[in-house]
């Protein structure tokens, strides 16, 4: 079955400007992930949803990054006034909800800031 | 919040030889703790997982032990083989909020 999906692969932007990261999860998946990867480390959590609502976005690191996902699919990352620190790949992930811990992740979209 | 730390950052090994990769976490409320495979350019996929009702999981060359009054877990590699190199992430979860380790780049010699 398809896994999950997002756009897109890459992405170049100039300092200030605003992009928007789109993630499509595994069907029937309610809960879904942000995450910001840069090079040598680990996902670094951002935000996740449980259906509609975000369940837990304290790791946005400022209000330049929102993240809505208004129908409990397709998700949306947004990024206002770009900075060069933002540069890294944004992985998204989704899963079942509960207990159904395992995490299943999307090529992720790598972001550059010039 | 959780915080979880991995050890070694880079592990280098000879091909046969097992590899050992160790994780502590910080929140006693964390039941569920996954590996992760990433190699390069390509998206992490689960590879093992563990819940806190269960002190050791094996499946073939792999296997992950956990000990909850210590708040650490690990993961073996036995008999490496050199498709193994790749950055492993360890993370740990209650429910769905989930926190991965800074990852271990092993690279397995031939």
């Known amino acids: 079955g398809a896994g999950v999906s997002q756009t897109p692969s890459n992405k170049v932007t100039e300092k200030g400007k605003y992009v928007e990261l789109r993630c499509d999860p595994i069907?029937?998946?309610?809960?879904l992930y942000w995450y910001r990867q840069s090079l040598g480390q680990g996902p670094e959590f951002l935000i996740y949803f449980q259906g509609t609502g975000a369940a837990d976005d304290s790791g946005l690191p400022n209000d330049r990054f929102f993240a809505v996902r208004p129908e409990g699919s397709v998700s949306t990352l947004k990024i206002q006034r770009t900075e060069r620190g933002d540069s890294a790949v944004y992985l998204c992930?989704?899963?079942?909800?509960?207990?159904?811990?395992?995490?299943?992740f999307g090529p992720g979209t790598r972001l550059t800031v010039l | 919040g959780e915080n979880v730390e991995q050890h070694p950052s880079t592990l280098s090994v000879q091909e046969g030889d097992s590899a050992v990769i160790k994780c502590t976490y910080s929140d006693s409320a964390s039941n569920y703790f996954p590996w992760y495979k990433q190699e390069l350019g390509k998206r992490p996929q689960l590879i093992i997982d563990?819940?806190?009702?269960?002190g050791e999981k094996k499946d073939q060359r792999i296997a992950v032990t956990l000990n909850k009054t210590a708040k650490h877990f690990s993961l073996h590699i036995t008999e490496t083989q050199p498709e193994d190199s790749a950055v492993y992430f360890c993370a740990a979860a209650y429910n769905n909020d989930m926190r991965f380790g800074a990852g271990t780049r092993l690279t397995v010699k031939p």
């Open positions: 069907s029937g998946h309610t809960a």
């Open positions: 992930a989704s899963s079942l909800s509960l207990r159904a811990n395992e995490q299943f």
């Open positions: 563990i819940r806190s009702n269960v």
